[in-house]
């Protein structure tokens, strides 16, 4: 360290407001510490002209966040193993379209191809399958948009580590709510040509086909991501929105098929015969009422207990403010778009994709679902925001390492096991 640096880091020591602006409390304009410069005009940290191993040394801490979310995953899995029956989604896999359409029937139908009878353990190893592709197709797409380096490593791991994310899709092995993020990632990976509209379009109508809920967790995320892609970034054509209306109109009417006339067509102790003749281990008779209850059976229900749910909202609120830096690291990245209809899109697809949670939220009472599905969803949008025409640059820092605030969420964010299906832990 030379001699300039290190009489940088006296004076820190022995200068109370800087010790205070070294953890983030104090932000005065314009100051140069060894590891950022924060720039005020610019609202952003950037990276000083001092050398990077202060960098590499500030991410050491976080380092060890991740180790403790690397720990935590494998706690969860033997958890499910052990401790939990996954009826529901074992369900799931033995509904196939044998006796004609029906909901939630697509997984059954293709497994059905393959095997007549089903063991209970086909949960974990299709969940687990797709959770380490979700996990693996991430990390490509951070890397591919991001970077994996020591200036966006704590963004890294404030997103892989959350509870919001792959956490709690750990804990919430065999719901389909993860095939929902996969597609997104495929969208934000596969090349962009003449075929990428059917791919993605496809891709959205076997997610509605696995659940019509998808209409609204992860079908309005990955089209924001395909507008970006195919829309924005190469140009908005008449060809281009005469597509987008079509593919709209297909998957509306998915949805309504599937959400209004995918009532299972035979008597519930049919079906309940046949599921169970497939059945390779014990099966939970009431698990079938899924293929029979209606739309306004399901918002009587949520409502009728809305009362007692409404009592953790601030628990959602305080798992939200603690990633406030990903938040505000979000907020700048719409802000530092080039062009004004970029910014007002990317405002526009944050409001759509809150909507439809909105909206979930007062049909269906899995709540801790939808939060956590819900930042999700914003961890997708900063990738896809990330691709557009932007003021920042290479040097711009999402998330400060050194700062006590990132710390101190990161740490919560990192020890925070899961959140939970229906209410938080």
């Not at 992860?218 to 987008?244: D, W």
């Not at 599937?258 to 008779?285: H, I, K, N």
């Not at 628990?315 to 690291?329: E, N, Q, T």
Request: glycine content about 6%.
């Amino acid at each position: 360290m030379g001699p300039r640096a290190s009489e940088a880091w006296l004076n820190l020591i022995e200068t109370p407001s800087s010790l205070r602006f070294a953890a983030g409390i104090v932000a005065p304009a314009d100051v140069t510490v060894p590891d950022f410069q924060y720039d005020r005009s610019a609202g952003r940290s950037v990276i000083s002209v001092q050398p990077k191993c202060h960098l590499e040394q500030a991410n050491h801490i976080w380092r060890w966040m991740l180790a403790v979310d690397c720990a935590i995953m494998p706690g969860l899995l033997f958890y499910k193993l052990f401790y939990s029956a996954p009826q529901i989604g074992y369900i799931h896999l033995l509904a196939t379209y044998h006796f004609g359409f029906a909901r939630r029937a697509l997984v059954g139908t293709i497994i059905s191809w393959f095997v007549e009878r089903v063991p209970i353990w086909y949960v974990y190893a299709i969940g687990g399958t797709a959770w380490v592709a979700t996990l693996t197709m991430f990390v490509i797409a951070f890397r591919k948009i991001f970077g994996l380096s020591e200036k966006t490593f704590p963004l890294f791991v404030f997103m892989i580590g959350s509870p919001f994310f792959f956490k709690n899709y750990m804990y919430a092995i065999g719901y389909f709510d993860i095939y929902g993020c996969l597609m997104a990632l495929i969208a934000l990976l596969v090349p962009v040509g003449l075929m990428y509209p059917l791919v993605i379009s496809s891709g959205c109508v076997c997610l509605i086909l696995m659940h019509h809920i998808h209409f609204l967790l992860y079908v309005p995320t990955i089209t924001f991501i395909a507008l970006v892609r195919y829309g924005l970034l190469p140009g908005i054509s008449k060809e281009k929105v005469a597509c987008g209306v079509i593919v709209a109109s297909v998957l509306s009417v998915v949805f309504v098929a599937a959400a209004y006339f995918g009532r299972m067509p035979v008597p519930q102790e049919t079906f309940l015969a046949y599921v169970s003749a497939r059945a390779g281990d014990a099966l939970d008779p009431s698990g079938t009422n899924i293929w029979y209850s209606t739309i306004a059976q399901e918002i009587e229900g949520t409502w009728a207990v809305m009362w007692r749910n409404s009592a953790r909202i601030p628990i959602y609120a305080g798992l939200i403010a603690a990633h406030i830096p990903v938040a505000r690291y979000l907020l700048a990245s719409i802000g530092n778009l080039s062009i004004p209809f970029h910014r007002t899109t990317s405002i526009l697809g944050i409001g759509s994709i809150s909507i439809g949670y909105l909206v979930i939220s007062l049909v269906v009472f899995d709540y801790s679902r939808w939060v956590s599905n819900w930042a999700v969803c914003m961890f997708l949008l900063i990738l896809a925001i990330r691709l557009l025409p932007s003021t920042s640059t290479d040097t711009d820092v999402p998330i400060r390492p050194d700062n006590l605030v990132n710390l101190v969420l990161g740490w919560t964010v990192s020890v925070i096991p899961r959140v939970g299906i229906t209410k938080p832990f």
